[in-house]
């Protein structure tokens, strides 16, 4: 039975199995030293939340998500600088900001991140936690941003965009680059945005009929249909002059393809691992091949306290209009169906609001 809401707890939505999604009540949490109370005002459905969901991927059940989120502090607990009540902010990944990887600019690699204090108290597994609509957050994990109340919806998105910049900034991609996005759903469309801020040519890569229309609308300099058999490699042959691209970034979480990927990369061309597998399968690289052509395979996870720090000033700026990639939101009480449409496979981002 679900308990009835008062001043001393909130409101919360709990994964409990595969396609079974609860309200549920969870105790308020208790200020520690150097937190603020955080009330969630939107938070979105990341593939994290729709594959534990949908069961192709285990972190334990029941599940608590919400990683990507903007929100305001209510509260701010002793010790806390440069936050006051009434702050909006977005928080990060739970970064400790004290082993050595946070220290030396590698907190996505951060050795102690299991080992922090839960955001709030829940009996089951946490990824990022503002499926609560209250929680307890480090403020060196917090980012303030400015922004009025009615746009704060947009800033939920600042975790995605923050890990394509992360990607980017590993790929370093230059001036007169060639690109090619593989897969045009959110993480296409933001690695489209920002490799031509860098001024790159952006070849996208999708089978789907209307997110290719999609893509040219964005501005994608040219659109493929790789379901077409052999159109892939020869519309790459035929746009580079049979070079091959300067760069590839995989969206997709079908393993199967990587084999094809490698053979379109020009001389010195970079593979990046943007997206994690929906199931382990080794890709076949020629070794010899990446010696001789000088290949640089580049893996990229998660963005860092600094990376989330320019996505939310590019989408204060409006630099890159997230807003285009909102799908719909939906209130609290339409949890499940929230998430029901958030896994059809043509939606882009589904926010849930408090």
């Given at each position: 039975?679900?308990?009835?809401?008062?001043e001393?707890?909130?409101?919360?939505?709990?994964v409990?199995?595969?396609?079974?999604?609860?309200?549920?009540?969870?105790?308020?949490?208790?200020?520690?030293?150097?937190?603020?109370?955080?009330k969630?005002?939107?938070?979105?459905?990341?593939?994290?939340?729709?594959r534990?969901?949908?069961?192709?991927?285990?972190?334990?059940?029941?599940?608590?998500?919400?990683?990507?989120?903007v929100?305001?502090?209510?509260e701010?607990?002793?010790?806390?600088?440069?936050?006051?009540?009434?702050?909006?902010?977005?928080?990060?990944?739970?970064?400790?900001?004290?082993?050595?990887?946070?220290?030396?600019?590698?907190?996505?690699?951060?050795?102690?991140q299991?080992?922090q204090?839960?955001?709030?108290?829940?009996?089951?597994?946490?990824?990022?936690?503002?499926?609560?609509?209250y929680?307890?957050?480090?403020?060196?994990?917090?980012?303030?941003?400015?922004?009025?109340?009615?746009?704060?919806?947009?800033?939920?998105?600042?975790?995605?965009?923050a890990?394509?910049i992360?990607?980017?900034?590993?790929?370093?991609?230059?001036?007169g680059?060639?690109?090619?996005?593989?897969?045009?759903?959110?993480?296409?469309w933001?690695?489209?945005?920002?490799?031509?801020?860098?001024?790159a040519?952006?070849?996208?890569?999708?089978?789907?009929?209307?997110?290719?229309?999609?893509a040219?609308?964005?501005?994608?300099?040219?659109?493929?249909?790789p379901?077409?058999?052999?159109?892939?490699?020869?519309?790459?042959?035929?746009?580079?002059?049979?070079?091959?691209v300067?760069?590839i970034?995989n969206?997709?979480?079908?393993?199967?393809?990587?084999?094809?990927?490698?053979?379109?990369?020009?001389?010195?061309?970079?593979?990046?691992?943007?997206?994690?597998?929906?199931?382990?399968?080794?890709a076949?690289?020629?070794?010899?091949?990446?010696?001789s052509?000088?290949i640089?395979?580049?893996?990229?996870?998660?963005?860092?306290?600094?990376d989330?720090?320019?996505?939310?000033?590019?989408?204060?700026?409006?630099?890159i209009?997230?807003?285009?990639?909102?799908?719909?939101?939906?209130?609290?009480?339409?949890?499940?169906?929230a998430?029901?449409?958030?896994c059809?496979?043509?939606?882009?981002?589904?926010?849930?609001q408090?």
């Amino acid at each position: 039975m679900v308990k009835q809401m008062n001043e001393k707890t909130v409101r919360a939505i709990s994964v409990e199995k595969v396609d079974v999604v609860k309200k549920v009540m969870l105790e308020k949490p208790k200020l520690r030293d150097y937190e603020v109370l955080f009330k969630v005002h939107y938070v979105s459905l990341c593939t994290i939340e729709q594959r534990v969901y949908k069961g192709k991927r285990d972190y334990g059940y029941p599940f608590l998500g919400g990683h990507e989120n903007v929100g305001e502090i209510v509260e701010v607990g002793n010790g806390v600088v440069g936050f006051e009540k009434g702050d909006y902010a977005v928080f990060t990944f739970n970064y400790c900001n004290q082993c050595e990887s946070c220290q030396s600019g590698r907190g996505t690699q951060c050795e102690y991140q299991k080992e922090q204090l839960p955001k709030i108290d829940f009996d089951g597994s946490i990824v990022g936690g503002a499926m609560s609509e209250y929680i307890a957050v480090p403020a060196w994990q917090l980012i303030k941003i400015d922004a009025e109340k009615d746009q704060l919806s947009s800033f939920a998105l600042t975790e995605p965009l923050a890990c394509c910049i992360h990607s980017i900034e590993k790929a370093a991609v230059q001036f007169g680059d060639t690109v090619l996005i593989v897969g045009f759903g959110i993480m296409g469309w933001i690695h489209l945005q920002l490799a031509k801020m860098r001024g790159a040519v952006v070849i996208v890569s999708e089978g789907d009929e209307k997110r290719r229309s999609f893509a040219q609308e964005e501005g994608a300099d040219f659109v493929i249909n790789p379901l077409e058999v052999g159109r892939l490699e020869s519309r790459i042959a035929e746009i580079t002059h049979k070079k091959g691209v300067t760069l590839i970034v995989n969206t997709v979480a079908n393993p199967d393809i990587w084999d094809q990927l490698f053979t379109l990369l020009d001389t010195q061309g970079k593979i990046l691992a943007y997206s994690s597998q929906d199931r382990k399968k080794p890709a076949q690289v020629d070794m010899g091949a990446a010696h001789s052509k000088e290949i640089q395979i580049i893996g990229t996870v998660n963005p860092t306290v600094h990376d989330n720090l320019k996505a939310t000033k590019l989408i204060a700026a409006k630099k890159i209009v997230m807003e285009r990639m909102i799908d719909s939101v939906f209130d609290y009480e339409e949890a499940k169906e929230a998430f029901d449409h958030a896994c059809l496979p043509t939606v882009y981002r589904v926010l849930i609001q408090f």
